[in-house]
């Protein structure tokens, strides 16, 4: 199958979409990426890439990656990310039909985390190229906007939604990675072409045993053998309830061997640094954001992986990507989460959960988690990698999405007879 994939976020930025085409190319398939240029999360655009002019790559030296300019996030806040996401759309109505002349695709797939305006750049490549269009939302607008606290306006929010409306009108098919999406994306005219499809990371890369161990600083490396480390790994941003975990921390200080670890980088870091110096905290550990290679080391090291999100309906309904990460890794798992990412980690038998924003039961989590044998946290990741398996290996999934847009092309084909 010939597809092309659009995504504002690309490799070298650390998004499940750029595994998810090295997997559809090794199975066979042409695959061509229409994004911008990489500069999440800290909003500085990569060295080697420039926010002007387009640009034309090779992944692995045979993936075709095609870049338009596109303004960073900068420092963040709400008119940055307005000027970024504008970026991406002009840029893409403006270029993407250029650098992709003469070309044909069976399929366009949009990977959509926030902003669902990505697919509008598609939306025109859509008609240009006569394609079946997909759009894999990953987050849910208007309502992820509100929880975010970037859009408060009432009147803002009901023009986003009508916004969603238009987009998801234009899509042949809506993949979403969470159940709990359906009855939401109803509500803006989709459910008749909604489907459910996990995300889902490669088997093999979580199992590698020296892989990015090098990228370490022998200061962490020693840490995380030391005491029993906690680590919490990814963007460290406004919705993962940081406040949470920080205050979880200062009730679990007296367990003088854990030590909650921090890697990754966000909009939050500088307010955790800061609370732990006001608070004392010696035992919450800021490692700093490293290459994915270098996850399986860190996770292999680590005694147990936490996720957390603010306690908020929306946010329920989600399956933070980080969670399949984890139980791919095979670490125990503390989840402070609602809804469906706390169902499956209990399902999986992967770890132990709480309720979102519970700082009380999160540290009593914790405590639960030091007090087992070292053979009862062994069978919890050993339970959650065997589930990864089952349910979010790339492999399959990559399998079962060419399997549905074959489905849903042909479908589509009869009705236009």
């Not at 080697?48 to 990656?65: A, K, N, R, S």
């Not at 991406?88 to 949009?110: E, H, K, N, Y």
């Not at 598609?122 to 929880?147: C, F, G, N, T, Y």
């Not at 999406?181 to 005219?189: K, L, P, Q, S």
Request: some cysteine; overall charge positive; hydrophobic content about 45%.
């Amino acid at each position: 199958m010939k597809l092309l994939v659009v995504s504002q976020y690309f490799w070298p930025e650390s998004f499940i979409i750029t595994d998810l085409c090295r997997t559809l190319r090794d199975q066979g398939h042409d695959v061509t990426v229409a994004t911008g240029k990489p500069n999440y999360p800290d909003g500085q655009v990569f060295p080697g890439y420039t926010e002007t002019g387009t640009q034309v790559e090779l992944l692995d030296g045979t993936l075709p990656v095609h870049r338009v300019p596109m303004r960073g996030r900068r420092s963040g806040g709400a008119v940055n990310l307005i000027r970024n996401y504008f970026s991406f759309v002009w840029s893409g109505v403006c270029w993407m039909p250029s650098l992709l002349r003469g070309q044909t695709f069976d399929a366009i797939v949009v990977f959509a985390p926030s902003p669902l305006t990505m697919a509008i750049p598609a939306m025109m490549l859509k008609r240009r190229l006569r394609a079946h269009l997909a759009i894999w939302v990953q987050d849910l607008w208007p309502e992820s906007l509100a929880a975010t606290g970037y859009v408060r306006n009432r009147f803002a929010l009901s023009l986003v939604g009508v916004m969603v409306r238009w987009i998801y009108a234009s899509a042949d098919t809506i993949l979403v990675p969470s159940r709990g999406f359906f009855d939401r994306v109803a509500r803006y005219g989709a459910g008749g072409k909604t489907f459910y499809y996990a995300n889902a990371l490669p088997g093999e890369s979580v199992s590698a045993t020296e892989a990015g161990e090098s990228v370490l600083p022998a200061e962490l490396v020693t840490l995380l053998r030391r005491d029993f480390c906690i680590v919490f790994a990814g963007n460290i941003g406004t919705v993962q309830a940081v406040d949470t975990l920080v205050e979880a921390a200062r009730l679990f200080r007296d367990l003088d061997d854990v030590k909650l670890v921090f890697v990754g980088s966000g909009s939050r870091l500088d307010w955790i640094r800061e609370r732990v110096k006001v608070l004392g905290l010696t035992n919450v550990v800021l490692a700093g954001r490293f290459p994915m290679t270098a996850m399986p080391a860190i996770y292999r090291e680590a005694e147990a992986v936490v996720v957390s999100l603010n306690p908020d309906e929306i946010f329920a309904l989600t399956v933070p990507g980080k969670v399949q990460a984890y139980l791919a890794a095979g670490r125990p798992i503390i989840a402070s989460l609602d809804g469906e990412g706390a169902r499956i980690v209990s399902e999986a038998g992967a770890g132990l959960t709480c309720p979102a924003g519970d700082a009380v039961a999160l540290a009593e989590r914790v405590r639960a988690l030091r007090a087992m044998s070292v053979e009862e946290r062994r069978q919890l990741g050993a339970a959650g990698r065997a589930y990864f398996l089952e349910h979010f290996e790339a492999g399959q999934q990559a399998r079962r999405l060419v399997e549905l847009l074959d489905l849903r092309i042909r479908r589509g084909r009869v009705a236009d007879v």
